[in-house]
Nanobody
Framework: QVQLVESGGGSVQAGGSLRLSCTVS????????MGWFRQAPGKEREGVSA?????YYTDSVKGRFTISRDNAKNTAYLQMNGLKPEDTAMYYC???????????????????WGQGTQVTVSS
């Protein structure tokens, strides 16, 4: 059984940092691309970042967020610096096959999802 468990969310002031972790069990992480998505209240879920052979970021987080993975620990990370109130959302990690040929932010291509971790940024 595949499980993705996010951790590391919390409440911070604007300009602060958080590091999200996504611990994966039931699959070998190095055979999968990992994505981070977020959903703010009243908004659609959006892709934040993904890591396959290369990292990808949505424009609003470029230069502030860094995605990484530790295959030995079967864990993916999202380091978030310079947080802004508009980053407030529920953050989800997801996994999909490395070679889909589809855009990194295409949610429907991700087979496995975590339950989410809340990030709240106050001004």
């Amino acid at each position: 059984q595949v499980q993705l468990v996010e951790s590391g969310g919390g409440s911070v002031q604007a300009g602060g940092s958080l590091r999200l972790s996504c611990t994966v069990s039931g699959l070998t992480l190095d055979r999968y691309a990992m994505g981070w998505f977020r959903q703010a209240p009243g908004k659609e879920r959006e892709g934040v970042s993904a890591l396959a052979n290369n990292p990808y970021y949505t424009d609003s987080v470029k230069g502030r967020f860094t995605i990484s993975r530790d295959n030995a620990k079967n864990t993916a990370y999202l380091q978030m610096n310079g947080l802004k109130p508009e980053d407030t959302a529920m953050y989800y990690c997801a996994a999909r096959s490395l070679y889909t040929g589809r855009p990194w932010a295409a949610e429907s291509t991700y087979n496995y999802w975590g339950q989410g971790t809340q990030v709240t940024v106050s001004s």
